[in-house]
């Protein structure tokens, strides 16, 4: 059986058991706690704490996973071992307080043993010490015998991370055989190459939360697990995960672009596996919105990929590997994942850059590393100084040099790198903002499971709109919240900043300072009492601050716009990355490789406002999730959608969005981009303004002109002749003064010649230009008599210069005369025979610094 046969096969069985297929999630988790999605159940996490209401009580996916970083990293075991990968596929079935142990357990072993026709002799299962609910369903309802039924402690107890949802869990493993290792079933562990896990059935029973508590979920669920590289190994026979047929067709792809043959040699060997493995996560994490760069989950990527890269270049390969690799994974991947097909070119385009940067840095890397391990006895330690001069002076990895170093012989001091890291680290962290009060989150959740959701209405209803105080949490406090059954004000989300305004009641008003989401779906109202107070239970009326969502509905609407264009510009590449959706101002981030030059600005800026002026009215409707992408909507960067999703309609841009936006593009009024930056490597900012605040911007730059003409003493429309004008004249006057200083210079030359020692001149001079020092010093030499002439000086532009000059026939050479002096002011400088100039940082040396020179010219 091939891949994409057990991926049918798999999700047909449980498909035919009411189990709902859910396609697999994007490896950007919306959980915080996660830099990627490393296990099948994470896109369910919301379920199995009761945050959200699951859409059917079962579920199939096969998900998409990537283990590199964080507690679950397997990175440096990849290409090693027969079993380790970044990327995998874990296929699962899922119970939200559906069914539990009873069901879970005979649907695993049935699909095993009769769909895929495993001999049931050699399979073994484990269970939790204190599980014996799950023997006695193994026992007796399965028929597996009690002997090859094994207890074990926190090997059978799973946790997706430190935090968050845990249970008992039942693995089963496949037996492959004596000559793998003894007896003794999975809990030998002196048996671990011949029990291979291959399901984990997790009973998903408790939540625990920072402090290490644990509490029971309100529904206990089911959470299967199985790796289907692993099951695949099994099912074609195989000792490794690289045997398996999709990694065989990455293997022959890494061998053919190489020229290496697997089984050649033990360190080729090595690398094939890892550009084969490697191929696969680099496509996958690419096609999802992760772009290569120093931070997070970029920085992880960008780890993988130069790893990959690496192994290629030590092979002596000096073309590009990781272009074709990613042509092999979309053609063997892309029919069960359509999405590689779209982001195809893109992909592509990334590491071709990437590896292209990289390489570059390799080369440079790499002879510096060589000329350090030069001073490094034979299997000593790289000091962690060197390692950082590496990292920091020419943007090699340090784990970069670490496996150098390792496969050398020799260890790196990493203590001593992160002491020099941590002197110099000044890394940008996100300030995530909390949207669950500490104390507050059990009232939520049993309002949340007694009144619902919040309603929205503020699509439609702004102002004194009715509505009922369900839950005040906070009173006494600073932070207020108040939850309401329906509500005008939009949560936070999507980049879109939340409402403010007002909510009054018989006994009180508030001032809304800001609305976010409890949990999805449930309003939090930030407030500050102003009067009185508000009650649980009372009505109340609640009216946004109208001007405030005018401003934000125009730029809402002109960031659909703003990305459409710069796709059309830019090219399809472009992809968003985050968004900021306030009253004032909006600010998009997208990738794209290299600055927006002002040309394209003005491109981009054109084509909104023509749709602008067009004035095409905006649709938003709301659909099904799986209509929306008929439709071909695109969807926003980090975005959360559910069964049923809005789609914005606005003029040619047709996105996915929660959002309030205008009913007509006139509306917007005029989008003015403000500014263009790097926010990282392969990602670009833009910040725009609309209406209100485009004429604002307007108006400020025509107060400016006028200022400015006022000063020049010229018509508005004359400023830049005026400008043209002062600039010439400024430089003739510039002119003029280096010409007197010249010859000001020119009389102090004979004046200073006049005080030489055996033809020598040493002399202070500040306040001079470094090219007017050097001019005297020129001058000087060439006075009859004098044979060198060596000026210091504090430079009007600050700091400290050294100049020397040699007649050719003098005995001197001008390098040398100031070649200590020059380390007296901390510079260096050249090392010219007749001429040779020096600056410096520190004035307070000059002195010490000619006294040196004297002693160079054998003066002193």
């Known amino acids: 059986m091939r891949a994409n046969e057990l991926r049918q096969v798999f999700i047909e069985f449980f498909t035919s058991r009411d189990h709902q297929l859910i396609p697999s999630a994007s490896l950007i988790p919306h959980d915080q706690t996660l830099l990627f999605v490393n296990s099948g159940m994470v896109p369910f996490k919301p379920y199995f704490v009761g945050e959200e209401r699951p859409p059917h009580p079962r579920a199939v996916s096969v998900q998409k996973c990537v283990r590199a970083g964080g507690k679950h990293n397997d990175l440096d075991e990849v290409g090693r071992t027969a079993r380790h990968l970044t990327f995998f596929e874990m296929m699962g079935n899922f119970s939200f307080g559906d069914y539990f142990k009873e069901q879970a357990i005979p649907q695993a072993w049935e699909f095993f043993t009769e769909v895929l026709g495993l001999d049931p002799k050699r399979l073994w299962v484990t269970v939790h010490l204190s599980d014996d609910e799950a023997e006695e369903i193994w026992a007796e309802t399965v028929g597996v015998p009690r002997e090859r039924i094994q207890r074990l402690d926190e090997d059978n107890w799973w946790r997706m991370a430190d935090t968050g949802p845990n249970g008992p869990c039942s693995e089963i493993f496949w037996d492959k055989g004596p000559k793998y290792g003894p007896e003794g079933g999975p809990a030998n562990p002196e048996a671990d190459e011949r029990y291979v896990e291959i399901w984990n059935l997790v009973f998903m029973q408790f939540e625990t939360d920072e402090a290490g508590v644990s509490t029971p979920l309100p529904k206990p669920s089911i959470d299967t697990g199985a790796g289907l590289e692993r099951i695949l190994s099994v099912l074609q026979g195989k000792d490794s995960i690289f045997e398996i047929d999709e990694m065989v067709t990455l293997v022959e792809a890494a061998e053919e672009v190489t020229g290496y043959t697997l089984g050649a040699d033990e360190n080729s060997d090595l690398a094939l596996r890892v550009l084969a493995e490697h191929a696969r996560t680099m496509t996958f994490l690419i096609s999802d919105g992760v772009f290569p760069s120093n931070e997070d989950r970029g920085y992880v990527l960008r780890r993988i990929m130069r790893r990959a890269v690496r192994f290629a270049y030590l092979l002596g390969v000096r073309d590009l590997v990781t272009p074709s690799l990613v042509d092999t994974v979309v053609q063997i991947m892309a029919a069960d994942y359509p999405q590689l097909d779209t982001t195809h070119q893109l992909v592509r385009s990334v590491v071709e850059r990437e590896e292209t940067q990289f390489r570059r840095t390799l080369a440079k890397g790499l002879k510096i590393l060589d000329e350090q391990l030069t001073d490094v006895p034979e299997g000593g330690q790289l000091p962690g100084s060197a390692a950082f001069l590496l990292h920091d002076t020419y943007g090699f990895p340090f784990e970069v040099t670490e496996e150098v170093v390792k496969e050398r012989g020799f260890t790196v001091d990493r203590a001593g790198f992160e002491v020099d890291m941590a002197a110099q680290r000044k890394r940008a962290k996100e300030n995530r903002k909390g949207v669950v009060q500490a104390g507050d989150i059990e009232q939520v959740q049993v309002m949340l499971d007694t009144s619902g959701l919040t309603e929205f209405v503020g699509r439609d209803e702004l102002s004194d709109v009715r509505a009922n105080v369900l839950l005040v949490t906070g009173q006494g406090t600073d932070t207020v919240s108040i939850f309401l059954d329906r509500s005008p004000f939009y949560a936070e989300s999507g980049g879109q900043v939340g409402d403010t305004g007002t909510i009054t009641t018989d006994t009180g008003s508030a001032e809304v300072l800001d609305t976010v989401a409890a949990v999805p779906g449930v309003h939090r109202h930030v407030v500050r009492i102003t009067d009185g107070q508000i009650l649980a239970g009372q009505g109340c009326e609640a009216t946004i601050d109208v001007a405030r969502r005018n401003g934000i509905r125009r730029n809402h609407t002109g960031t659909h716009i703003l990305h459409w264009a710069l796709r059309e510009v830019l090219g399809n590449q472009v992809k968003q990355q985050g968004s900021l959706v306030a009253p004032d101002r909006l600010r998009f981030d997208f990738s794209h490789f290299e600055p927006v030059t002002e040309a394209q600005i003005v491109q981009i800026e054109d084509l909104v406002n023509a749709e602008i002026l067009a004035n095409a009215?905006?649709?938003?409707?709301?659909?099904?999730?799986?209509?929306?992408?008929?439709?071909?909507?695109?969807?926003?960067?980090?975005?959360?959608?559910?069964?049923?999703?809005?789609?914005?309609?606005?003029?040619?841009?047709?996105?996915?969005?929660?959002?309030?936006?205008?009913?007509?593009?006139?509306?917007?009024?005029?989008?003015?981009?403000?500014?263009?930056?790097?926010?990282?490597?392969?990602?670009?900012?833009?910040?725009?303004?609309?209406?209100?605040?485009?004429?604002?911007?307007?108006?400020?730059?025509?107060?400016?002109?006028?200022?400015?003409?006022?000063?020049?003493?010229?018509?508005?429309?004359?400023?830049?002749?005026?400008?043209?004008?002062?600039?010439?004249?400024?430089?003739?006057?510039?002119?003029?003064?280096?010409?007197?200083?010249?010859?000001?210079?020119?009389?102090?030359?004979?004046?200073?010649?006049?005080?030489?020692?055996?033809?020598?001149?040493?002399?202070?001079?500040?306040?001079?230009?470094?090219?007017?020092?050097?001019?005297?010093?020129?001058?000087?030499?060439?006075?009859?008599?004098?044979?060198?002439?060596?000026?210091?000086?504090?430079?009007?532009?600050?700091?400290?210069?050294?100049?020397?000059?040699?007649?050719?026939?003098?005995?001197?050479?001008?390098?040398?005369?100031?070649?200590?002096?020059?380390?007296?002011?901390?510079?260096?400088?050249?090392?010219?025979?007749?001429?040779?100039?020096?600056?410096?940082?520190?004035?307070?040396?000059?002195?010490?610094?000619?006294?040196?020179?004297?002693?160079?010219?054998?003066?002193?």
């Not at 911007?697 to 003409?709: K, P, Q, S, V």
């Not at 006075?783 to 060198?788: T, V």
């Open 617 to 860: 009215p905006t649709e938003h409707p709301e659909v099904t999730k799986a209509e929306a992408e008929e439709m071909g909507a695109i969807a926003f960067f980090g975005d959360k959608y559910g069964e049923r999703v809005r789609v914005l309609r606005a003029g040619p841009s047709l996105e996915f969005c929660g959002g309030t936006h205008v009913g007509a593009l006139g509306q917007i009024g005029l989008l003015k981009i403000v500014s263009e930056s790097s926010i990282g490597s392969n990602l670009r900012r833009v910040e725009a303004v609309t209406g209100d605040g485009a004429i604002s911007l307007l108006r400020e730059a025509d107060n400016t002109i006028e200022a400015a003409a006022l000063a020049m003493n010229v018509p508005k429309g004359s400023v830049v002749d005026g400008v043209a004008k002062r600039l010439a004249e400024v430089k003739d006057l510039r002119t003029e003064v280096a010409e007197l200083k010249r010859r000001l210079a020119t009389g102090q030359a004979g004046e200073l010649a006049s005080a030489a020692v055996d033809g020598v001149v040493i002399a202070r001079v500040d306040g001079l230009g470094r090219d007017e020092l050097k001019d005297l010093a020129v001058a000087i030499r060439n006075c009859q008599g004098i044979r060198a002439v060596v000026l210091g000086g504090a430079p009007t532009g600050g700091g400290a210069a050294l100049v020397a000059a040699a007649s050719s026939e003098a005995q001197l050479s001008a390098g040398d005369l100031i070649a200590d002096a020059a380390k007296s002011i901390k510079g260096g400088g050249g090392k010219g025979a007749e001429l040779a100039m020096a600056g410096g940082k520190d004035p307070e040396g000059i002195d010490n610094g000619l006294e040196l020179a004297r002693r160079a010219a054998g003066i002193l």
